[in-house]
């Protein structure tokens, strides 16, 4: 189901609970949402619907064909590469502001199987990704 967005940045900067799977459907409707904004955002987390879980969701341009992903509790465990940069976010007025990101990142997550991966990406979806784990973590940019 498609959600409405979380503009409150108090709620924004709380810190996300581990996903279990009782949170599969948070999961899907927030993709549903990311691909109903698909227009103006390239990824989500689940704050930015109104729940403090640790799942995220994105387009990831990193295989042949974009397609998107969806990750409970991302964990990113390798950075490499700093450079700085602007980005915007849909849950905040204003803007896009300054960030410090990473060109690549290793990521250990767990799919909506609840299967545990290990993956690197490189570039813009590595940046997409860095955005919504700081979401988890409470980080706004």
Known sequence: MIKELMHDPIFLAGTS??????DLQ?????????????EDCVGMAANMIGVKK????????????????????PEIIKRDGAY?????????????????RYQRIKVRYQTEELQVR????TGFTAQIIQHEVDHCGGILI
Request: proline residues 5%; aromatic residues 4%.
């Open 84 to 100: 700085e940069t602007e980005e915007g976010c849909l849950s905040l007025l204003g803007g896009p502001r300054p960030c410090r």
């Open 118 to 121: 290990i993956k690197t990406y």
């Open 26 to 38: 948070t999961a899907a409707d927030l993709l549903e949402t990311l691909m109903a904004h698909k």
């Open 17 to 22: 609970a581990a996903a279990t799977k009782e």
């Open 54 to 73: 640790r799942i995220i969701a994105f387009l990831d341009e990193s295989g042949v064909k974009p397609t998107y992903t969806v990750m409970l509790n």
